[in-house]
């Protein structure tokens, strides 16, 4: 008898993690790397609880841009509003067709 093994149904699904999505999971990481630094170079120059509060501005701030850049979807697309319309010249288009018969 042929062994039966089990198939996992989730392979096409993005990655989630604590509600964040695919590539929008390396950018709250990005931002949590970018906050330490900044926040550590001000606490280091200038003062500790101005670079507190720089890490913990950062971070909120970053962590809401990436959770509203993610509600718009998880591919960045274009979407244009209105009405366009595109001339057609017809003309054109027949005078091709007579010029290259065979």
Do not use: C, D, H
């Not at 996992?8 to 989630?16: A, D, R, V």
């Amino acid at each position: 008898m042929a062994k039966q093994f089990s198939v996992y149904k989730g392979l096409q699904k993005p990655l989630i993690y604590k509600g964040f999505k695919g590539k929008f999971i390396y950018w709250g990481i990005g931002v949590l790397l970018l906050a330490l630094v900044f926040g550590s170079l001000t606490m280091a120059l200038v003062n500790k609880y101005l670079g507190g509060f720089v890490l913990v501005g950062i971070i909120v701030g970053g962590l809401f841009y990436t959770a509203g850049q993610q509600k718009k979807g998880l591919y960045s697309k274009t979407k244009y509003k209105g009405i366009f319309l595109y001339a057609v010249n017809l003309r054109r288009i027949s005078q091709y067709e007579k010029r290259n018969r065979i």
